[in-house]
C-alpha cells in the first residue's frame, strides 16, 4: 500500500507524526485510527488493519499521540483530553488536505478517546473500538501500586510494557473527571465493538457497559482467542475483514463503471509490489484484488497465499468447474466436490513414468472427494473429467512464455 508520511501541530503545539496509507486505487472512504496507551502507529495490529482497509479502498491515517513513537513533545505532559484533542486535529488535517474521515477506529484506550472526540467529529459515519475500556481510568491499573505515589510526589517514573513512563497526577485527575458513558449515549452513529473474552488487560465486561450505554444501531463482535494487542498477523487481518464488511454498509455505494459487451478476451493479471513487507504484491485482476505473499519461513509475512499455492488453487478451482459442468450436464447426483492439493520437488529417478530422469521435478498431488449417492462408474468418470480441466492440460502441455519490458 503506498503510505503518505506527514507531520500535522496538535493540541500542545508539537509536530505529531503521521502516515496516511492509501489503497492503489479509488478511496472510497477514509479512517482513523487511534493506538492503544502507551504504543504508537507503527504496532502490528495498527500497520495490518491499515493493510487489510487498504485492500477494500479505506485510507487509513495512523499517528504517533504527543510523546510517543516519533512525535514530538513530553508524554508525562499529556492527558486523556489531550489525546482526544490531538484525534479531533488529525480529523481537521484529513478534512483540510484530504477528506473527513467517515470511520473512527480505536484500540485500547484510544477506543475510548475515539468515543470521546466523535462529537466533534461530524463527518463521521461510523465508529468501531477495538478492546476499549468503557471508562479511561480504567488504564491506571497498569500501574496500579504507584497511584498514591503519583498523588503524593505529582510525578512518577513507571515501567509499562517493559519501558520507563512518566505519569503525572494531573493524567489521574484528568481520566477521573471523563464521564465516558454520557459520550456513549450520545454518540448518535453507528457503533461497533469488538472484545476478546480472553484478554487480560481490558475484560470484556467493559464491551458490556459500553453497549449498554449506546443507543442502536450497535454491534458487537466477540474476538475468541485473540490477545489485547491482537499480536498474531491473522487476527488483526480477521479484524480488519470485520470492519470492512461491517462498514460497507454506512458508505456511499461503490459506482461501478458501465457495463461491457462480452469478450472472448482473456482478463489482464497485474501484479505490483506493495511495499508493505519484503514480499507482498496487490494481483488485481479485472474488479477482483488478492494479496501475495511468502511464507514467513521463506522470508515474507504471509500476508497472502503464494505463489504455488495460487498455482495449485487455479488448478483446484478449474477441476472442481469441470467437474460441476459434466456432472450437471450428464444429470448426475453429485452434491459437492472437494479438491485437497500438494505440491513438492522430487528426484527424477523417484519418478519411474517420467522422460526426465536427471535433477528434480515438480509433483502436483492432487486428491478429489466426491460427495453424493453416484454409483462406481459415475465416479470413474468423473475422476477421468477431472485430467479434462484446461489448466490441467495447461501444466501438462508445452508452455511458451513471452516476456518483454514495458516501454
Not at 515501567?159 to 459520550?183: C, M, S, T, Y
Request: proline share 5%.
Amino acid at each position: 500500500m503506498p503510505t503518505e508520511r506527514f507531520q500535522f501541530t496538535g493540541a500542545d503545539g508539537n509536530l505529531l507524526a503521521a502516515a496516511l496509507d492509501l489503497p492503489d486505487g479509488a478511496v472510497r472512504a477514509t479512517a482513523l485510527f487511534a493506538h492503544c496507551f502507551t504504543c504508537s502507529k507503527d504496532t502490528l495490529a495498527a500497520k495490518r488493519i491499515a493493510a487489510a482497509l487498504t485492500a477494500d479502498g479505506i485510507a487509513v491515517l495512523r499517528f504517533d499521540f504527543t510523546g510517543l513513537g516519533s512525535s514530538e513533545g513530553d508524554f508525562a505532559n499529556t492527558t486523556f483530553s489531550s489525546n482526544v484533542a490531538d484525534l479531533v486535529l488529525a480529523a481537521g488535517h484529513l478534512r483540510e488536505h484530504r477528506q473527513a474521515p467517515a470511520i473512527l477506529i480505536g484500540h485500547s484506550l484510544g477506543g475510548a478517546a475515539i468515543l470521546a472526540a466523535a462529537a466533534q467529529i461530524p463527518e463521521a459515519r461510523a465508529v468501531v473500538t477495538i478492546g476499549a475500556p468503557s471508562d479511561p481510568s480504567h488504564v491506571t491499573h497498569l500501574f496500579a501500586d504507584h497511584l498514591d505515589d503519583i498523588r503524593a510526589k505529582g510525578e512518577v517514573t513507571v515501567q509499562l510494557a517493559g519501558r520507563p513512563f512518566r505519569i503525572k497526577r494531573e493524567f489521574l485527575d484528568d481520566v477521573a473527571d471523563h464521564n465516558l458513558a454520557a459520550h456513549i449515549a450520545k454518540l448518535r452513529r453507528p457503533l461497533l465493538i469488538l472484545q476478546s473474552p480472553t484478554d487480560d488487560t481490558v475484560g470484556i465486561d467493559n464491551a458490556t457497559r459500553i453497549f449498554l450505554a449506546a443507543k442502536h444501531p450497535k454491534s458487537f463482535v466477540s474476538l475468541d482467542g485473540m490477545d489485547h494487542l491482537l499480536t498474531k498477523q491473522a487476527d488483526a487481518i480477521y479484524v480488519a475483514d470485520l470492519i470492512a464488511a461491517w462498514v460497507a454498509r454506512y458508505l456511499d455505494p461503490v459506482v461501478n463503471a458501465p457495463l461491457t459487451a462480452p469478450t472472448e478476451d482473456p482478463r489482464q493479471v497485474v501484479v505490483t509490489e506493495t511495499r508493505a513487507s519484503k514480499f507482498q504484491q496487490q494481483i488485481v485482476i479485472g474488479p477482483h484484488r488478492l494479496i501475495a505473499d511468502e511464507p514467513l519461513a521463506s522470508g515474507g509475512a504471509d500476508t497472502g497465499p503464494g505463489p504455488y499455492d495460487l498455482l495449485l488453487s487455479a488448478l483446484g478451482a478449474c477441476t472442481a468447474m469441470t467437474m460441476r459442468l459434466y456432472a450437471d450436464r450428464k444429470a448426475l447426483p453429485m452434491d459437492r466436490v472437494r479438491v485437497t492439493l500438494k505440491h513438492a520437488k522430487i528426484h527424477a529417478k523417484d519418478c519411474a513414468d517420467c522422460e526426465t530422469k536427471d535433477g528434480m521435478l515438480d509433483q502436483i498431488e492432487r486428491v478429489i472427494a466426491i460427495d453424493g449417492a453416484l454409483d462406481a462408474e459415475q465416479r470413474s468418470r468423473l475422476m477421468e473429467i477431472a485430467d479434462k480441466c484446461p489448466v490441467h492440460k495447461t501444466l501438462t502441455s508445452e508452455i511458451r512464455i513471452v516476456t518483454t519490458a514495458e516501454e
